[in-house]
């Protein structure tokens, strides 16, 4: 069990909690296909809660590596930006809009998606192994994608039209490109 503490080893400790992360991930697009939201919302916060995880064993185990830094953002890429686009997509715009307004909210989420690809991009590019920054810039993705599951259940609880979820999409995946500085917990 020695390749669960080391730091080069593809299958440590840390990257073991990132595979779960996936795991739950990909379980949670299932479920959003089959429109079990609650499921699939379920799986999401298990993937978001190892995702804090493996972080914080690669830090104090000293498993951090260049193929931790790659799937972790593949992790994020996954768990914090498709499967909350395609629960809101699902979920509040199929059944609510149509022809024009439909395309506008693909639209919206396609640029969700790039904008959420891109911040992961520019941060694996910039990162350090086992270094952490006091501020992010631009919002993470798991935040954007908390903030995602906030927009949801207002639409969910018809607080929040679709139309209203498309600008909050729009403007929370500007956010993670933007300049705004956003505090490391």
């Known amino acids: 069990m020695k390749f669960l503490w080391t730091p080069s080893s593809h299958f440590n400790l840390a990257n073991l909690f990132t595979f779960v992360n996936i795991t739950a991930g990909l379980m949670a ?4 296909t089959q429109n079990n939201f609650i499921l699939a919302i379920i799986l999401a916060w298990i993937g978001g809660a190892f995702d804090i995880f493996d972080g914080k064993i690669a830090r104090k ?24 686009v395609f629960l809101i997509f699902q979920a509040s715009y199929a059944p609510e809009l149509h022809g ?11 640029y969700y998606v790039i904008s959420g690809l891109r911040r ?13 920054e006091n501020y992010f810039t631009g919002v993470p993705t798991p935040l954007g994608a908390i903030l995602l599951w906030l927009v949801y259940l207002l ?9 209203g ?6 403007a929370i995946g500007w956010s993670l490109n933007s300049t705004l500085k956003v505090r490391h917990p």
């Open 29 to 32: 697009t299932y479920f959003i």
């Open 61 to 84: 185990y000293k498993l951090s590596n260049e193929f931790g830094i790659q799937l972790d953002s593949f992790a994020d890429f996954l768990s914090f930006v498709l499967v909350p």
């Open 100 to 110: 024009f307004t439909l395309f506008v909210a693909a639209v919206v989420s396609i």
């Open 120 to 132: 992961l991009i520019h941060f694996n590019l910039h990162a350090d192994a086992g270094e952490v």
């Open 155 to 163: 639409n969910a609880y018809e607080i929040l039209p679709a139309f």
């Open 165 to 170: 979820v498309i600008v909050c999409m729009l």
